[in-house]
């Protein structure tokens, strides 16, 4: 029986899977089109290997995504201390196997089953209801939910109150296997029996088809008392580890040709690249931090990218760099960076951007500019913005002088060791409106992080 469990979850995970990665300590297991669904994006540790030998190869198998997981079996249990002082979380999952009769007769006669495209609303509201939920979640768990049913033939069991979906749950079957999957009730619904009405029906549809009928319950959760009254009992377990992806990676600031947000590393390698394709004139230095100098060095593409994941790991609410990567299209075309020192006192922002040299000349960096300062004024209350431009960078001044900023003065940097001039440029909040349409995700609960009230 138990064989027959695994066997059905492995042959599921990798039909479900868009991209299968050979991994020493097992296989990666992943759907790139759904980046944010932990459930279908992880590393299956399939033998013994430590904590650290797992975090590690994590990191080498998902620098797509922002999140890290390892799924293990049993096994788990013992490094599930390592993982929590490399700061993972941990979850246990109960597989429980029907093997005995109810403790009572259960009235399914109000359920019914449905397609997906009936469950979806209230599959959305389920989602939304979480503190995690958003939109964007909820369409890719759905998307998930479709690939699984691709996968494997399913079936959906709703209950109804007064003609509205209340609770449903899923049975995944292959004719000889069946598991019971996604039990949810509303939360208008909940108290009324309707969990174990749509189960108890998923599984009597179950035994009647599958020699097997399992189902899975967080160990340290109520439902796995529900699924005992029905007469599963717990076979196996599995231990699911977690690094969650950094809040600030939910951002995101819209334009109509822009998306600015953080990057993944394996879309910080892309920006490096393109970065070493050339953004100036080799002759000239338009950045008082010579960086683009490095560009043909070897290990310039691996520096670019901890310069980026190291404003994170510095952040702090008193002095934070906020580097926006810009994708245009999904691809990555530059930077525009928002910085700041005790911003709770200043309420002013400094930004510093770059373009690749394909993507000038077409309005875009007027368009990202805009967009990080729609969301310094309009969000982050900052009431000042300060920029500058080194003699010879008229894109940049441009850009400002557009976007309404005033000159200031005049000082001196030395990019290359010898001086130059700078201009130096000041938008107050009161002098700036948007030329093109903006829209903010994600910001929600971050406030804290940049060192203001929620």
Known sequence: ????????????????????????YGLGLFCDS??????????????????????????????????????TRASGRSIAGDFTRLGWTQSTHLIMAHQRSPDRPTDTSGIREVSLPELEDAHTRVTLAEPYGDVELAAQLLEAKRRVAAAVPTRF????????????CELRSDGT????????????????????????????????????VFIEALADDWPKDLYRRLGFDVVAERHLFLRPPPPLSRLRVRTPRLELRLATPAELRELAELAREGIHDPERM?????????????????????????????????????SFVAFRDGRPIGVQALRTKDFARTREVDTGSWLGRAH??????????????????????ATRAVSGAIDGNQQ???????????????????????????????????????????????????????????
């Open 1 to 24: 029986m138990l064989d027959r469990i695994h066997d059905f979850r492995r042959r599921l995970q990798e039909a479900v899977a868009e991209r299968r990665v050979e991994s020493t």
């Open 34 to 71: 759904i980046p944010i669904v932990y459930d279908v994006n992880y590393l299956r540790a399939d033998r013994p290997a430590s904590a650290e030998e797992l975090a590690e190869e994590s990191d080498r198998l998902m620098d797509r995504f922002w999140h890290r997981r390892v799924i």
């Open 157 to 168: 069991f709703a209950a109804f109150v007064d003609d509205a979906l209340a609770a449903y």
């Open 177 to 212: 296997t069946s598991q019971i999957e996604d039990v949810n009730t509303l939360a208008a619904h909940r108290g009324r029996g309707l969990g174990r009405a749509v189960v108890a029906t998923a599984l009597e549809q179950g035994v009647s088809g599958s020699e097997t």
């Open 286 to 322: 338009p950045f008082e931090v010579p960086w683009t100098d490095a560009a043909g060095t070897p290990g310039f593409v691996e520096e670019s990218v901890e310069h980026h994941l190291g404003h994170l790991r510095a952040w702090q609410p008193s002095e934070w760099t906020l």
């Open 360 to 381: 000038q000349g077409e309005g875009l960096g007027t368009e990202m500019r805009a967009g990080v300062l729609t969301f310094a004024f309009e969000l982050l209350g």
């Open 396 to 454: 940049s001044l441009a850009v400002s002088r557009r976007l309404g900023y005033e000159v200031t003065g005049t000082s001196t940097v030395a990019p290359r060791g010898a001086e130059v001039a700078r201009t130096d440029l000041l938008l107050t909040r009161d002098r700036f409106t948007s030329p093109v349409r903006v829209e903010v995700d994600g910001f929600e609960g971050l406030q804290p992080l940049f060192g203001i009230a929620g």
